[in-house]
T-cell receptor
Framework: DQQVKQNSPSLSVQEGRISILNCDYT??????FLWYKKYPAEGPTFLIS?????DKNEDGRFTVFLNKSAKHLSLHIVPSQPGDSAVYFC??????????????FGTGTRLKVLA | DSGVTQTPKHLITATGQRVTLRCSPR?????VYWYQQSLDQGLQFLIQ???????AKGNILERFSAQQFPDLHSELNLSSLELGDSALYFC?????????FGEGSWLTVV
């Protein structure tokens, strides 16, 4: 049961344009959402997050939008740069019955920004 | 640099063998999470510890075990290794609502 889904395995965008990466989740208990960027053979790097009480969070070129009713979040990168080429993972977290927060990740979207 | 340290970075071992992966969380972080990433797959949650106690289990095989020590470093033990265990193993530590990952340990089973 994939609770966090990234349905686009890959995305190509021209340099300077907007990149939009999408993520869907199924469990309404998730209350915190995160995006990570990952280069090959490196660890995921935290990019930006959003709490379920907000619908938008912005940090420089990166903006995350949350639509709770649709159980959907998206990451916008504007303008896209070649250095943004990487795999992007979304993650959702919730407090589980064990009294701890679990972080469930999507399968990732490979972004390629073309110069 | 996330502040999470993992060793070794690369490891090649034979089937049937046992290995130990080590993780030191960021200074002050009490939680350690372990994840497995196989061949461009997603990050699969394995297990989580908080201040020395196991708190949550994910898709962790019975051949795998972990512990967190009083100094808060954690070890992931993988035994009776199979070819399919070849993967990147990440640990992460939690600060606030965010988990921060180490660089990973790349395990190749031959």
């Amino acid at each position: 049961d994939q609770q966090v889904k990234q349905n686009s395995p890959s995305l190509s965008v021209q340099e300077g344009r907007i990149s939009i990466l999408n993520c869907d989740y199924t469990n309404s208990m998730f209350d915190y959402f995160l995006w990570y960027k990952k280069y090959p053979a490196e660890g995921p790097t935290f990019l930006i997050s959003i709490s379920s009480i907000k619908d938008k969070n912005e940090d420089g070129r990166f903006t995350v939008f949350l639509n709770k009713s649709a159980k959907h979040l998206s990451l916008h990168i504007v303008p896209s740069q070649p250095g943004d080429s990487a795999v992007y993972f979304c993650a959702a977290s919730a407090l589980f019955t064990s009294g701890t927060y679990k972080y469930i990740f999507g399968t990732g979207t490979r972004l390629k920004v073309l110069a | 640099d996330s502040g999470v340290t993992q060793t070794p970075k690369h490891l090649i071992t034979a089937t049937g063998q046992r290995v130990t992966l080590r993780c030191s969380p960021r200074s002050g972080d009490l939680s350690v999470y372990w994840y497995q990433q196989s061949l461009d797959q997603g990050l699969q949650f394995l297990i989580q510890y908080y201040n020395g106690e196991e708190r949550a289990k994910g898709n962790i095989l019975e051949r795998f075990s972990a512990q967190q020590f009083p100094d808060l470093h954690s070890e992931l033990n993988l035994s009776s290794l199979e070819l399919g265990d070849s993967a990147l193993y990440f640990c992460a530590s939690k600060a606030g609502n965010t988990i921060y990952f180490g660089e990973g340990s790349w395990l190749t089973v031959v």
